[in-house]
């Protein structure tokens, strides 16, 4: 090969790749958050969910990226452990469209393709237009990058050297460790069998030879979920383990069929001639039969996985930790599926921020009436925790939000931002709440009947509004009207009590100094109102819940 050759042949990788990352990057900014819904309502039924992966992977062309958002989801709690077997079984029977439309030289259409996709983007006033045409220019840059890698590889044909290499992968071994090798360098098994394609389709190796490449080639594609469960739940590892049981499962068998029986022979009789149609029906064969095999035990391979990697306990059960999403320096730039991933993830850290306040504010409010500063250790515990969670979700979300391109996504996760700040501070004032034990116990205040029934009654409502905050998860943004009632409620209770203080401190009822602690309780009291309000006032405009 010369220099202009090898420069091609990067060219076409290049080229495919972006073509890949172009189709991705259009279907996640169309379907943005609305993939986590029609997921949650197909993959309940394993029929559906294997045509779901199967779907997704044939538009975007990698099975790769499709498992990748997968193991997001599982992750991020979006997405059980067994709906995640059947996508994980459609993505490799949809990443075999990409050899077949190789096969049927779709690519001497590929620069039309790009054409009308470009076009789209160009003269297209609306966003979803330029969505939509990402992915088809993507499909044609794809195929321009692959008719670039074909024909930088013809003077390879030449190369006794080269073809006595191609030559040796007739040992199964070898074959399936030069695919999977391949395969999990380039990290794409669509590129990695279009290349094997163009290599048969110049003489350069047999269909015999061939198939043990293209075995380990579907093992190679699993790299790319390893890297990416990398700081993830032990679920999100569970799902790379049952991507790599079906590659591992369907290789063994295809192994052995191909050396008992003339299975290749049959496949190179249905296209003789055609050596880039014969590698694309094995690959489907290999795909489809394997899915076909382990459909009916996917909820057996999802056990295995719990097996191979099973629960262990936490050495320290009180480490500040996220749960549902990645810390920022964990974080890939980009991942098809991020807007549903990144939404759901922060909903539920922020639903433990708000757990988290609400303990606190009950436990502030027991302190004050029983007198006893002892509880303010562990509220101060759980603030700094509250504090960690601000810090990491803030983080995060300045990370991703430089990625949103679908808008209203963007409007939900810059809402969850000044949620995630409002949460913090009324953990703040349920610290400040806990603190006034501590001169309750050094000066000896005590409150009167009265007013320890109005701090009864100040803890019942601040928990109450709180809960209600938790219980909006999958209910209608009407609802968020109550919250508005519950801050005036709050106001007008802080109005009264004041009063009532005032009334009591004219009687002699209550000492000067009590009456100075319970008007910076009342404070802090309708500040917790305040911050409820504004974070209903949030979802409301992020039109969240949906």
């Keep these: 090969m010369k220099v202009a050759d090898i420069l091609g042949l990067l060219g076409g990788l290049a080229l495919f ?17 609305r993939m986590k819904r029609i997921l ?166 047999g269909l015999p030879s061939a198939v043990y490449v293209l075995f380990g080639q579907n093992i190679g594609t699993c790299i790319t979920a390893v890297l990416a469960s ?57 795909n489809v039969a394997t899915t076909l095999l382990l459909l009916p035990l996917g909820t057996w391979l999802a056990k295995l996985a719990v097996r191979i990697l099973p629960e262990h306990v936490s050495e320290d059960a009180a480490l500040q930790k996220l749960l549902y999403i990645k810390p920022v320096e964990a974080s890939p730039e980009y991942q098809m599926g991020n807007s549903a991933i990144a939404i759901n993830g922060v909903w539920r850290e922020l639903g433990r921020m708000a757990d988290m306040a609400r303990g606190n504010v009950e436990q502030s409010f027991l302190a004050v009436l029983d007198g006893d500063s002892r ?17 990491e979700i803030s983080k995060y979300i300045s990370r991703i939000i430089v990625y949103e391109a679908n808008e209203r996504d963007s409007m939900t996760i810059s809402a969850f931002f000044k949620i995630s700040g409002n949460l913090e501070r009324i953990g703040d004032h349920a610290v400040n709440i806990c603190e006034y034990t501590k001169l309750l116990e050094e000066k000896r205040i005590s409150f009167s009947e009265q007013a320890r029934g109005e701090i009864a009654q100040m803890k019942e409502v601040s928990l109450r509004a709180i809960g209600l905050l938790r219980e909006l998860d999958g209910v209608s943004v009407e609802r968020l009207s109550e919250i508005s009632a519950f801050e005036q409620k709050m106001d007008d209770m802080t109005l009264a009590f004041r009063q009532n203080q005032i009334r009591r401190m004219h009687e002699g009822v209550c000492s000067d100094e009590a009456c100075i602690l319970y008007s910076e309780m009342l404070t802090d009291f309708e500040r917790i109102g305040d911050h409820i309000l504004n974070i209903g006032q949030e979802l409301a405009s992020a039109g969240f819940p949906r």
């Design 17 to 33: 790749l972006y073509g890949m990352q172009m189709m991705s990057s259009g279907l996640e900014a169309a379907a943005g958050n």
């Design 40 to 205: 949650e309502r197909l993959t309940s039924n394993r029929l559906l969910g294997v045509a779901v992966g199967a779907g997704i992977t044939a538009v975007i062309q990698s099975s790769s990226a499709t498992t990748v958002m997968v193991v997001g989801f599982v992750n991020s709690g979006m997405m059980t452990l067994r709906q995640a077997v059947w996508i994980i079984m459609g993505a490799n029977v949809g990443t075999t469209i990409t050899g077949q439309l190789i096969a049927l030289d779709v690519g001497a259409l590929a620069p039309l393709f790009a054409f009308c996709g470009v076009t789209l983007v160009v003269f297209m006033k609306r966003a979803v237009f330029h969505h939509y045409g990402q992915i088809v220019a993507g499909l044609g840059i794809l195929f321009i990058g692959m008719e670039m890698m074909s024909s930088s590889m013809m003077p390879l044909r030449d190369s006794e050297a080269f073809v006595s290499l191609m030559t040796r992968f007739g040992n199964p071994l070898l074959g399936i460790l030069a695919g999977a090798l391949f395969t999990a360098v380039i990290q794409s098994s669509s590129a990695s069998v279009g290349i094997l394609q163009a290599l048969a389709d110049s003489g350069l190796i």
């Design 230 to 286: 990398i700081g993830t739940g032990r679920n999100a590892k569970r799902t790379t383990v049952i991507h790599l049981l079906f590659n591992l499962i369907g290789t063994g068998i295809f192994t052995v069929i191909c050396m008992t029986f003339p299975l290749t022979q049959f496949i190179e009789a249905l296209t003789p001639g055609s050596p880039a149609a014969q590698i694309a029906n094995m690959h489907t064969l290999f």
């Design 375 to 391: 509880r303010l250790a562990e509220v101060e515990r759980t603030e700094e925790y509250i504090d960690y969670l601000n810090k």
